[in-house]
């Protein structure tokens, strides 16, 4: 899951880990993605013909090694029995193809939207219903669940159904259908409150809160099922597992973009879900699934509700008084541009350049600064650190800019080079945090 909707930093380093997977992949096949547990597709091992030669010791003063042929075939029986009762127990994993396909259509659908392919802004993310604690904790629940099924940008996209599809259809079959869905749909909602609560300022979207559930899902399951689960399948998948999720939260930990809290959160509520859903994959399995799919569904039910309970109006969103402000510095700044340039070029004189400072810039410069601090002034205290930041940033911006132009119509009337120079300066000043607050969202 990415945060903020920044996903170039991002862009760069999925591409990267897409690419050198994929070189590996081509340059020595499954089985060496297998040795360094990016195989995510457990292979039957196949053929049957191949022999392994192991030493029988003969007891005795001669004794030697007598070589006795063990047939690998009695591994893939052993394999294949093992899918063939997952089957039984799960005939078809039609929510993995489902939910692929529910998120490349909602992607394709942005996209003819007109949402950028590869950066999309904010905006357009908190439209299509991204995480934002602000408007998530104000009643919009749902972007608990729609931010899941939403992504930034086609890399990331591709990055987070490859490696869903590569695990999904397994670990589907050995919940089941529905006890798949329950872990899938609980590990997004809880990585959607981690992030509320770790990261209140940023916009995330992604299904990688949820694919990290499976996956610690599936981490819990092989914890638990040393008896039920053949070697050589245990050992694939566990390498599996723990190699994708190491190598997610280092790079999570080394990139600002990544929603770290999404994939832990989701991580731990798939894990946890796992403990209660693992049952030995017998012919008792169906049995015992029905009543482990509604303890976890009772759980996940009492979790949300506690967290929608904690967290509800717990977070200010000062946005749309942002617009508000926004719509008349747009329209003074024109103005004062334009007055400048005739200034500059003595097409206008200092009488009328005074009367357009008092009139079109202070006037409502000043109106629009005073009602932007007395609607957010009660916000202040509800408002994340980084809002709160952003907050006193503008205010002190706008302040600048009042005092500047209130400098420069003395200025005028006076005929005051000093101030005159007064006022350049807290423009200047002013500039300056615009563009630090430019950078903070590139």
Same mark, same amino acid.
């Given at each position: 899951?990415?945060?903020?909707?920044?996903?170039?930093?991002?862009?760069?380093?999925?591409?990267?880990?897409?690419?050198?997977?994929?070189?590996?992949?081509?340059?020595?096949?499954?089985?060496?993605?297998?040795?360094?547990?990016?195989?995510?597709?457990?292979?039957?091992?196949?053929?049957?013909?191949?022999?392994?030669?192991?030493?029988?010791?003969?007891?005795?003063?001669?004794?030697?090694?007598?070589?006795?042929?063990?047939?690998?075939?009695?591994?893939?029986?052993?394999?294949?029995?093992?899918?063939?009762?997952?089957?039984?127990?799960?005939?078809?994993?039609?929510?993995?193809?489902?939910?692929?396909?529910?998120?490349?259509?909602?992607?394709?659908?942005?996209?003819?939207?007109?949402?950028?392919?590869?950066?999309?802004?904010?905006?357009?993310?908190?439209?299509?219903?991204?995480?934002?604690?602000?408007?998530?904790?104000?009643?919009?629940?749902?972007?608990?669940?729609?931010?899941?099924?939403?992504?930034?940008?086609?890399?990331?996209?591709?990055?987070?159904?490859?490696?869903?599809?590569?695990?999904?259809?397994?670990?589907?079959?050995?919940?089941?259908?529905?006890?798949?869905?329950?872990?899938?749909?609980?590990?997004?909602?809880?990585?959607?409150?981690?992030?509320?609560?770790?990261?209140?300022?940023?916009?995330?979207?992604?299904?990688?809160?949820?694919?990290?559930?499976?996956?610690?899902?599936?981490?819990?399951?092989?914890?638990?099922?040393?008896?039920?689960?053949?070697?050589?399948?245990?050992?694939?998948?566990?390498?599996?597992?723990?190699?994708?999720?190491?190598?997610?939260?280092?790079?999570?930990?080394?990139?600002?973009?990544?929603?770290?809290?999404?994939?832990?959160?989701?991580?731990?509520?798939?894990?946890?879900?796992?403990?209660?859903?693992?049952?030995?994959?017998?012919?008792?399995?169906?049995?015992?699934?029905?009543?482990?799919?509604?303890?976890?569904?009772?759980?996940?039910?009492?979790?949300?509700?506690?967290?929608?309970?904690?967290?509800?109006?717990?977070?200010?969103?000062?946005?749309?008084?942002?617009?508000?402000?926004?719509?008349?510095?747009?329209?003074?700044?024109?103005?004062?541009?334009?007055?400048?340039?005739?200034?500059?070029?003595?097409?206008?004189?200092?009488?009328?350049?005074?009367?357009?400072?008092?009139?079109?810039?202070?006037?409502?410069?000043?109106?629009? &600064? =005073? #009602?932007?601090? %007395?609607?957010?002034? /009660? !916000? @202040?205290? +509800? &408002? =994340? #650190?980084?809002? %709160?930041?952003?907050? /006193? !940033? @503008?205010? +002190?911006?706008?302040?600048?800019?009042?005092?500047?132009?209130?400098?420069?119509?003395?200025?005028?009337?006076?005929?005051?080079?000093?101030?005159?120079?007064?006022?350049?300066?807290?423009?200047?000043?002013?500039?300056?945090?615009?563009?630090?607050?430019?950078?903070?969202?590139?």
């Amino acid at each position: 899951m990415l945060a903020e909707g920044k996903p170039l930093g991002s862009a760069v380093g999925l591409s990267l880990l897409i690419g050198v997977s994929f070189m590996l992949y081509f340059l020595g096949g499954r089985r060496l993605l297998q040795k360094i547990g990016f195989g995510f597709l457990f292979q039957p091992v196949g053929g049957g013909s191949k022999r392994t030669v192991v030493a029988k010791v003969v007891q005795g003063e001669d004794a030697v090694a007598d070589p006795v042929v063990a047939d690998i075939k009695d591994i893939n029986e052993g394999v294949v029995a093992f899918q063939r009762q997952l089957t039984i127990l799960t005939p078809q994993a039609f929510l993995t193809p489902a939910i692929v396909a529910i998120n490349l259509i909602v992607f394709t659908i942005m996209i003819a939207a007109g949402v950028h392919i590869m950066s999309p802004k904010i905006v357009d993310l908190l439209a299509w219903g991204a995480n934002y604690a602000p408007k998530t904790t104000g009643g919009e629940w749902w972007r608990l669940v729609t931010s899941n099924y939403l992504h930034i940008g086609v890399i990331h996209i591709v990055f987070n159904m490859w490696v869903f599809w590569s695990a999904g259809r397994f670990v589907e079959r050995l919940l089941g259908n529905l006890g798949f869905f329950l872990v899938y749909s609980f590990s997004g909602v809880v990585g959607g409150f981690a992030t509320v609560l770790w990261n209140p300022g940023v916009v995330s979207a992604g299904a990688s809160g949820a694919i990290f559930g499976v996956y610690g899902c599936l981490l819990a399951f092989l914890a638990l099922g040393r008896g039920s689960i053949p070697l050589p399948v245990l050992k694939a998948l566990g390498n599996n597992a723990i190699f994708f999720v190491v190598v997610n939260v280092l790079y999570g930990l080394g990139n600002e973009n990544v929603d770290m809290a999404a994939h832990l959160g989701g991580l731990a509520a798939g894990f946890v879900s796992g403990l209660v859903l693992r049952t030995p994959l017998d012919s008792s399995a169906s049995k015992n699934r029905g009543r482990r799919n509604l303890l976890v569904g009772i759980t996940g039910v009492l979790a949300i509700s506690a967290g929608m309970a904690l967290t509800g109006n717990r977070y200010a969103d000062i946005q749309e008084e942002l617009r508000q402000f926004g719509g008349t510095e747009e329209t003074v700044m024109d103005t004062f541009n334009e007055t400048i340039q005739k200034v500059r070029t003595g097409s206008m004189s200092d009488d009328a350049f005074a009367s357009i400072l008092r009139e079109e810039i202070i006037a409502p410069w000043d109106a629009a &600064l =005073s #009602e932007f601090e %007395s609607d957010t002034g /009660g !916000k @202040l205290q +509800k &408002l =994340s #650190e980084r809002n %709160s930041e952003l907050h /006193g !940033k @503008l205010v +002190k911006y706008m302040h600048l800019r009042l005092e500047a132009f209130q400098l420069m119509l003395e200025a005028v009337e006076e005929d005051d080079q000093e101030k005159a120079k007064r006022a350049n300066a807290k423009l200047l000043d002013s500039q300056a945090i615009v563009e630090s607050l430019r950078k903070g969202r590139n």
